[in-house]
Antibody
Framework: QVQLVESGGGVVQPGRSLRLSCAAS????????IHWVRQAPGKGLEWVGS????????YYADFVKGRFTISRDNSKNTLYLQLNSLRADDTALYYC??????????WGQGTMVTVSS | QSALAQPASVSGSPGQSITISCTGT?????????VSWYQQHPGKAPKLLIY???KRPSGVSDRFSGSKSGNTASLTISGLQADDEADYYC?????????FGGGTKVTVL
């Protein structure tokens, strides 16, 4: 079964850090780029960033401004999103999504990050 | 990276056709044939409906079709059904980044 499963979300204070994980199964993980997309409560989808199949290329949305880092461990079929200097407006459901011809064909169920004091 | 412009809501009766527009710029929608569309039901993850402007992934109904003219892409849903009531998002690549539309809520009357 092809799937992505996110984990690591939770409640964190402003300025603190959190690391999200995305475990892949059912497809050759090391052959595909993966993206992170977030959705604030009641709002639309917002692209966060992406990493190439081998981890050599990483791209980020402007709002990340060096605060977030995407990495992957192909030996563990796992993607990571390191979130630093978190702000209240980073509160969102964070999805990982598999690349498919410049679109996203497989999405996880998301992991919720709440930034609050 | 401004969000692509979509109408906030579109409605139609069962069996009718509706079209959702997605307006970008010459740096995103107009520059690349890399527009995709997603359907999202409440509490669920998005589902890919259309990629590369007008291609449907395996398993997606042919009632969904996509097109593009200049800086505006469109999603047409024909033969509207109750289960089509959901939020719809367009998406485009913009060089090395990606931008989504603000989303359109489709209501089946």
């Amino acid at each position: 079964q092809v799937q992505l499963v996110e984990s690591g979300g939770g409640v964190v204070q402003p300025g603190r850090s959190l690391r999200l994980s995305c475990a892949a199964s059912g497809f050759p993980f090391s052959s595909y780029g993966i993206h992170w997309v977030r959705q604030a409560p009641g709002k639309g989808l917002e692209w966060v960033g992406s990493i190439s199949y081998d981890g050599s290329n990483k791209y980020y949305a402007d709002f990340v401004k060096g605060r977030f880092t995407i990495s992957r461990d192909n030996s563990k079929n796992t993607l990571y999103l390191q979130l630093n200097s978190l702000r209240a407006d980073d509160t969102a459901l964070y999805y990982c999504a598999k690349s498919f011809y410049s679109s996203f064909d497989i999405w996880g169920q998301g992991t919720m990050v709440t930034v609050s004091s | 990276q401004s969000a692509l412009a979509q109408p906030a809501s579109v409605s139609g009766s069962p069996g009718q056709s509706i079209t959702i527009s997605c307006t970008g710029t010459s740096n995103d929608v107009g520059a690349y044939n890399l527009v995709s569309w997603y359907q999202q039901h409440p509490g669920k993850a998005p589902k890919l409906l259309i990629y590369e402007v007008n291609k449907r992934p395996s398993g997606v109904s042919d009632r969904f079709s996509g097109s593009k003219s200049g800086n505006t892409a469109s999603l047409t849903i024909s033969g509207l059904q109750a289960d089509d009531e959901a939020d719809y998002y367009c998406c485009s690549h913009a060089h090395i980044t990606v931008v989504f539309g603000g989303g359109t809520k489709v209501t089946v009357l």
